[in-house]
């Protein structure tokens, strides 16, 4: 069962022992689970809410400041199987280590090495011969996947690539 990183603790919040997180992927996801790890240990998730950019998780057993402060700074994890995602949707995660295929070009231009959160949008950062490739991950650039080929497909405009310039 493999476990994924959906977020860390960056606080206590309140005497209760809530605890404050912040969340790398759609809080809806949340919805459905019934359990996540803080730091490895798994606990049941009774509920949580926003709270600002934030959420606020209360979990089973933490119920004072004292027992939620150890968890100040600790990863977030859930069970990949566990998350609720619906038919055509998929995590970043899932896509990592895919060949990358420029349809304006006809080839593939690298792999893909992680999804980077910008402000401006998120960056698909691909690996090559080139060196670090980034492209948004937005449309029009991002064309579809294919997960059986294990292939990511983007469209690339003239100069984007490193042999452009």
Request: charged content about 25%; some cysteine.
């Amino acid at each position: 069962m493999a476990q994924i990183e959906i977020g860390r603790i960056v606080n206590t919040h309140g005497v209760r022992g809530e605890i404050k997180a912040e969340i790398y992927c759609d809080p809806a996801l949340l919805r459905g689970l019934k359990t996540i790890a803080v730091g490895g240990a798994e606990y049941a998730l009774k509920s949580f809410r926003g709270h600002g950019s934030f959420l606020l998780l209360t979990l089973a057993e933490i119920d004072t400041v004292e027992a939620a402060m150890p968890l100040k700074g600790k990863s977030v994890t859930a069970r990949r199987e566990a998350l609720p995602l619906k038919q055509g949707e998929y995590l970043f995660q899932d896509i990592y280590g895919f060949d990358v295929f420029d349809q304006r070009t006809g080839r593939v231009i690298g792999t893909l090495a992680e999804v980077l959160e910008r402000p401006a949008s998120m960056l698909y950062s691909i690996t090559g011969e080139a060196g670090e490739i980034l492209i948004p991950a937005v449309p029009p650039f991002y064309q579809g996947v294919d997960f059986e080929e294990k292939r990511l497909f983007v469209a690339t405009i003239e100069g984007m690539l490193p042999n452009e310039n």
